[in-house]
């Protein structure tokens, strides 16, 4: 039986919190490409955090972004499914979801790299909280249209099972791709016990449901 205290979600309040997370992504990408240095102490280096304590890496590294493309289509993300997570859940408690799922994801992708021994990568960026949050929109508006390409309608439990299945496959044959499939899929996968074990909601039954 889990804590009555992991259960209790915060008082509901509405102030905007994906906007000003978006906001702060995009002050520190400015800031990174004013001072490229700042980018190594933001990201997420296994060597660095190991190390030489650089503890805080495995939280700021969703706030850093490598280009443009990369930080648009995170905070695209953000923008059409977090206002509307945050709109149902209250702003301080979608935060402490977005926060708690991106740290997660940063903590679970440095326990890989070591044990992968792979210490002088760097990761960076909030597609782990971002795949986080596609789950939770799933979960919340299962029957949810998503229009993929702005074309292609597809519901949000679907888009999610076909991100996973994408996921998986690339995180097995494309072993030199230098983006953090694993990391994504942690995104998804403490998505699921945030709800699982916080909201009471069981994500797979939600979307098993939601195809009847």
């Known amino acids: 039986m889990s804590s009555p205290v992991l259960r209790k979600t915060l008082p509901y309040r ?5 906007f000003i997370m978006i906001g702060i992504n995009v002050f520190i990408f400015l800031i990174t490409r004013i001072s490229p240095r700042t980018l190594a102490y933001l990201a997420m280096n296994p060597a660095l955090v190991l190390q030489r304590g650089f503890i805080w890496q495995v ?9 443009i493309t990369h930080i648009l289509f995170n905070m695209l993300g953000l923008f059409f499914f977090g206002v509307q997570i945050e709109k149902q ?9 977005y926060l708690l799922t991106g740290t997660l994801s940063g903590i679970f992708s440095l326990i890989v790299y070591r044990l992968g ?10 597609s782990g909280a971002i795949f986080a949050v596609l789950l939770a929109f799933a979960t919340l508006f299962p029957h949810a249209r998503i229009y993929v390409f702005g074309i292609i309608p ?29 990391t994504h899929l942690a995104g998804f996968g403490f998505a699921f016990l945030y709800f699982l ?7 797979i039954k939600v979307f098993f449901g939601s195809f009847r």
């Open 197 to 203: 074990i916080r909201q009471k909601i069981n994500p």
């Open 14 to 18: 509405y102030y905007y919190a994906a």
């Open 89 to 97: 859940l209250g702003s301080s408690e979608f935060l402490f979801f």
């Open 117 to 126: 021994g792979n210490m002088n990568v760097y990761l960076l960026g909030a």
């Open 154 to 182: 597809i519901r949000a439990p679907i888009l999610v099972l076909i991100y996973t299945g994408i996921e998986l496959l690339s995180q097995i044959f494309a072993t030199r791709s230098r983006t953090a499939h694993l």
């Open 59 to 67: 939280f700021t590294y969703m706030f850093a972004h490598a280009n």
